[in-house]
């Protein structure tokens, strides 16, 4: 398999796993989507592939970064859960964001 067809097929697989989450979610079914997107499916195939790619280090440097981007992520989701009620969709995304990316750059400031 090419170089090429391989990230074709990446974005295949992923595109699907957003298209079955957006399905379920956008039906009243939010429970099932988040578990679809929660589960790990993607960051699975993820390590699948990074694996097959390139072996056991860069695997386990991905999981540990993985952790290291929790914190971040909880504070996205929260914000999400708090603000979309208060200030709409859009504004409460926009923040949330933002509060994820200046939180992915403490952690990474925090971890060198």
Same mark, same amino acid.
């Given at each position: 398999?090419?170089?090429?067809?391989?990230?074709?097929?990446?974005?295949?697989?992923?595109?699907?796993?957003?298209?079955?989450?957006?399905?379920?979610?956008?039906?009243?079914?939010?429970?099932?989507?988040?578990?679809? *997107?929660?589960?790990?499916? =993607?960051?699975?195939? @993820?390590? #699948?592939?990074?694996?097959?790619?390139? %072996?056991?280090? &860069?695997?386990?440097?991905?999981?540990?970064?993985?952790?290291?981007? *929790?914190?971040?992520?909880? =504070?996205?989701?929260? @914000?999400? #859960?708090?603000?979309?009620?208060?200030? %709409?969709?859009? &504004?409460?995304?926009?923040?949330?964001?933002?509060?994820?990316?200046?939180?992915?750059?403490?952690?990474?400031?925090?971890?060198?």
């Amino acid at each position: 398999m090419t170089e090429f067809a391989k990230y074709v097929l990446y974005f295949i697989i992923g595109g699907t796993l957003v298209s079955v989450s957006t399905y379920l979610g956008s039906h009243g079914k939010g429970f099932v989507a988040a578990l679809a *997107s929660t589960l790990p499916v =993607i960051s699975g195939v @993820t390590f #699948i592939l990074i694996y097959l790619n390139a %072996g056991d280090s &860069p695997t386990v440097s991905f999981a540990k970064n993985m952790i290291w981007l *929790s914190p971040p992520w909880f =504070i996205y989701v929260g @914000t999400m #859960i708090a603000l979309v009620p208060k200030f %709409g969709f859009w &504004p409460a995304y926009g923040l949330a964001l933002l509060l994820y990316a200046v939180g992915v750059g403490v952690t990474r400031l925090f971890i060198q």
